[in-house]
């Protein structure tokens, strides 16, 4: 098995959609980013991508390249899907938090889960999604951004 770890962080601002795990969220602001910004389907690459050994998103998808302007973070992930399967390996399991004072992530979990299993090919029960605030504090709490952090399992395939 292999296990990796991914973060990622992007600034709300106002004019932008509210992307996360592939679903839109109702809300006046969104993540900047030069894709469409989702931190959660982020953290997810870069942890496969880490525990695969292939350094993280920046080097398959660069914010220079525009190709990747504006683009769904799902087409991202499925790219990184086809590399870990060129790699001959299967997700275990991966768990993620999301970090946002708001907007309240629960209603939204399920879509996010089963958005992110399908393209991973694997059981819902195998992606697990949490959130939390941080009770105010620092930026995440000012509601200047949103974070993600995603630790993941592969195994090998059979």
Do not use: W
Request: include cysteine.
């Amino acid at each position: 098995m292999r296990i990796g770890i991914g973060y990622d962080v992007h600034e709300l601002v106002e004019g932008r959609k509210l992307i996360i795990g592939g679903v839109s969220i109702p809300f006046e602001k969104g993540l900047l980013g030069h894709s469409d910004a989702d931190v959660l389907v982020h953290a997810i690459m870069d942890s496969i991508l880490g525990a695969l050994g292939e350094g993280d998103i920046g080097k398959y998808f660069p914010d220079t390249d525009e190709e990747y302007k504006d683009i769904s973070s799902l087409i991202l992930l499925e790219r990184v899907y086809n590399i870990m399967k060129k790699s001959k390996y299967k997700i275990g399991n991966i768990d993620c938090i999301i970090v946002a004072q708001r907007p309240k992530m629960a209603p939204y979990i399920e879509d996010m889960k089963r958005n992110i299993a399908h393209i991973l090919d694997t059981d819902m029960a195998n992606i697990n999604i949490k959130a939390t605030t941080t009770e105010k504090l620092g930026f995440l709490g000012r509601e200047e951004g949103i974070a993600a952090y995603s630790v993941c399992i592969l195994k090998p395939l059979e």
